[in-house]
């Protein structure tokens, strides 16, 4: 009786390259195939912090370190316009705690859904911010 994940991933990903830059699309991909999976991963096996019924503090700095680690290549190296220096240090610690943020914030929706909903439009104003759209 429950829609299935993997629904609401298709949905949302198909909105985000629809609606935003290729560049943002990517990184919003990225953050929810690879820095969810972190997270859910390392919440499991060693998540004993509990935050909300859903999310443990391991699990959420997992997801943190993962979409910090992913800005960073993607910002210094993959971007049309790589940024370095601190530029490139704040930009992928701010990235990584959007990501972070929109992957424990609505208990109630899928985070596969959220995760790009909300990482997409605030890493275009991040991006447009750091001069790399």
């Known amino acids: 009786t429950k829609i299935n994940s993997a629904i609401f991933y298709t949905v949302s990903i198909l909105l985000t390259y629809i609606l935003c830059p290729i560049e943002v699309a990517i990184l919003t991909l990225l953050f929810v195939s690879v820095g969810d999976t972190a997270a859910g991963v390392i919440g499991v096996y060693y998540g004993k912090h509990k935050i909300s019924k859903h999310v443990s503090l391991e699990g959420w700095l997992g997801c943190f370190a993962v979409c910090t680690l992913m800005s960073a290549v993607y910002a210094g190296w993959l971007f049309e316009n790589p940024i370095h220096g ?24 899928d985070d596969n859904f959220v995760i790009p909903m909300i990482s997409a439009p605030c890493l275009w104003v991040l991006m447009w911010m750091f001069s790399i759209l």
Request: hydrophobic share 60%; proline share 0%; with cysteine.
């Open 86 to 109: 601190f530029s490139w240090f704040f930009f992928s610690v701010i990235a990584g705690a959007v990501a972070a943020v929109s992957e424990g914030c609505f208990k109630r929706l």
